[in-house]
Nanobody, 124 residues
Framework: QVQLVESGGGLVQAGGSLRRSCAAS????????MSWFRQAPGKQREFVAA????????YYADSVRGRFTISRDIAKNTMSLQMNSLKPADTADYYC?????????????????WGQGTQVTVVT
């Protein structure tokens, strides 16, 4: 079992920045993928960004590429999402997810472990 605990998020004005973090504990192995997803009111949960824990390779959704940066701190077992140039369209509940894969999977159904989710609100 892997436990994921999220922190960060909140309310920010359009154009501003926020940083989300996700701490992993429990059975954390070297080879796994961690990702961020988000779900806006009335919409399906969608992929945001993924990182391979061992290699550090990353992949982003087109909607956030160039504005968001996913990273990991191996010593702290923590993944982060730096969100810059935020737009009202980025408003959603953000969730971290993890699974024992080497590939950068983007499908919600492929992830076994999820954080509790935290709201991010971007206002004009």
């Amino acid at each position: 079992q892997v436990q994921l605990v999220e922190s960060g998020g909140g309310l920010v004005q359009a154009g501003g920045s926020l940083r989300r973090s996700c701490a992993a504990s429990g059975r954390t192995f070297n080879t796994y993928v961690m990702s961020w997803f988000r779900q806006a009111p009335g919409k399906q949960r969608e992929f945001v960004a993924a990182i391979n824990w061992t290699r550090g390779s990353t992949y982003y959704a087109d909607s956030v590429r160039g504005r968001f940066t996913i990273s990991r701190d191996i010593a702290k077992n923590t993944m982060s999402l730096q969100m810059n140039s935020l737009k009202p369209a980025d408003t959603a509940d953000y969730y971290c997810a993890a699974d024992y894969r080497a590939t950068l999977i983007t499908s919600v159904g492929e992830y076994a472990y999820w954080g509790q989710g935290t709201q991010v609100t971007v206002v004009t």
